[in-house]
Structure formats: C-alpha cells, structure tokens
C-alpha cells in the first residue's frame, strides 16, 4: 500500500506564492511519476504538472506554465509543487497523484494515475 499526503494551502492574494509539499509512502516512493491535478468548484479535475524518471521529464499544463514549478526531494520522498505569480483561477483543491504502475498513457490524464492524497486548498484573492 502506499499514501500521499498534501500540506501548504491557503489563502494568499493575488500574485503571491505558495509551495505545497506533497509527501509519499509505502509503494509511491517508487513511483514512475508523480503529479499535481486540482479541481474547482462545479469543474472537473484538471492537470497542473508532473515529471517522470525515465525518461526523467517534467510536464506543465499551459494555463500554470512558468509560474508553477514542480520538483522533488528523493532524499525525503516528498514532491513540491512551487506555485508563483498566483491568479484567482489558481484557486481550488489541489491533489498530489502518483503512477505506480508502468503505463504508457498520458501524463496528462488523471485516470493514468492509481494514488491519490486527500487535497488541499488553495485559495487567491483579488
């Protein structure tokens, strides 16, 4: 079995930072890849970066590219996900997923994606 567990939403205003820290165990310390999705409100869950190990690449949705930087600590099994430059779309629930399985799907995909922490929120104000 494996957990992922999110930790540093908030509220912050526009064009502030925030880093969430997403920490893994048991079987998502090996993980193929590893992601951020979030979901607003009354919207589907959508896809906000991911990075694979092999090849070892990283994948940003357009809407979050060059504000957002996702990164990982292999030391600590802990992957960030470095948010600058924050708008009121930022806001929502963000989730941290992991891929344990070796898949050939799309890193974009949430259904590629076999674990998943309980979210946290983050919330820019105007």
């Known amino acids: 079995q494996g957990k992922l567990v999110e930790s540093g939403g908030g509220l912050v205003q526009s064009g502030g930072s925030l880093r969430l820290t997403c920490a893994a165990s048991?079987?998502?310390?090996?993980?193929?890849?590893m992601g951020w999705f979030r979901q607003a409100p009354g919207k589907e869950r959508e896809f906000v970066a991911a990075?694979?190990?092999?090849?070892?690449?990283?994948y940003y949705a357009d809407s979050v590219k060059g504000r957002f930087i996702i990164s990982r600590d292999n030391a600590k099994n802990t992957v960030y996900l470095q948010m600058n430059s924050l708008k009121p779309e930022d806001t929502a629930v963000y989730y941290c997923?992991?891929?344990?399985?070796?898949?050939?799907?799309?890193?974009?995909?949430?259904?590629?994606?076999?674990?998943w922490g309980q979210g946290t929120q983050v919330t820019v104000s105007s």
């Open positions: 990075f694979s190990w092999s090849p070892s690449t990283t």
């Open positions: 997923a992991a891929r344990t399985t070796y898949s050939s799907g799309s890193y974009y995909r949430a259904a590629n994606y076999n674990y």
């Open positions: 048991g079987r998502t310390s090996s993980s193929y890849a």
